[in-house]
């Protein structure tokens, strides 16, 4: 079993839906959750970051972790051709080694 | 605030020869720097941990004598890709860690492509 696994999708909605990702993983020792945006030939982008359970709000942008289930989301709220991109969940254990361990990604198209 | 910045963005090489690539924490210091590399449509591969004034660590199954990785200063990693082959050609990207922050979060560079002929 990989640590993360991500559905790479893709996945096409329309302007103004919600979009909806997750990840899933197996190591119970992470305890820090990121979500990085990664448009087409370019850096990573940090867009949330969570330790531990709870939720995280950031604009149109909602970041859920489920410790218990070892189950990540993340909610895109009145998406916009913008937020096309490529998805990747990333998780660390943190204390000392910040070694990401990287989710597939999940791209993203929003169409007009 | 927290960018990298990587250079050359692109380059293109012929086989045989060596390619260096620099990952730059432009305004905060890091101690540690990664270097990853990405297939078209696959997810970041961590290929090693560069550390502050000592050697880097490597992941499994990449060979760190053709991948060099050399942390001269807190704001500098350089990965020198060396004796390049087509297979080598990639998407290869830093992250650096800020560590004035208690968190984990890493920031990454925009990336350099590699196409070796």
């Known amino acids: 079993q990989k640590e993360v696994e991500q559905d790479p999708g893709p996945l096409s909605v329309p302007e103004g839906a919600i979009v909806s990702l997750n990840c899933t993983y197996s190591?119970?020792?992470?305890?820090?959750f990121m979500w990085y945006r990664q448009y087409s030939r370019k850096g990573p982008e940090l867009l949330m970051y969570t330790y531990s359970s709870g939720n995280k709000e950031d604009g149109r942008f909602t970041a859920q972790v489920d410790k218990s289930s070892k189950y990540i989301s993340l909610f895109i709220r009145d998406s916009q051709p913008s937020d096309s991109a490529t998805y990747l969940c990333?998780?660390?254990?943190?204390?000392?080694?910040?070694?990401?361990?990287f989710g597939k990604g999940n791209q993203v198209v929003v169409i007009p | 605030g927290a960018v990298v910045s990587q250079h050359p963005s692109r380059v293109i090489c012929k086989s045989g020869t060596s390619v260096k690539i620099e990952c730059r924490s432009l305004?905060?210091?890091?101690?540690?720097m990664f270097w990853y590399r990405q297939f078209p449509k696959k997810s970041l591969m961590l290929m090693a941990t560069s550390n502050e004034g000592s050697k880097a660590t490597y992941e499994q199954g990449v060979e760190k004598d053709k991948f060099l990785i050399n942390h001269a200063s807190l704001t500098l990693s350089t990965l020198t890709v060396t004796s390049a082959h087509p297979e080598d050609s990639s998407f290869y990207i830093c992250?650096?860690?800020?560590?004035?922050?208690?968190?984990?979060?890493?920031?990454f560079g925009p990336g350099t492509r590699l196409t070796v002929t």
């Open positions: 990333a998780m660390s254990a943190g204390y000392g080694n910040n070694r990401l361990a």
């Open positions: 992250s650096a860690r800020d560590m004035d922050k208690s968190n984990y979060e890493q920031y």
């Open positions: 190591n119970s020792a992470f305890q820090y």
């Open positions: 305004d905060f210091q890091a101690t540690t």
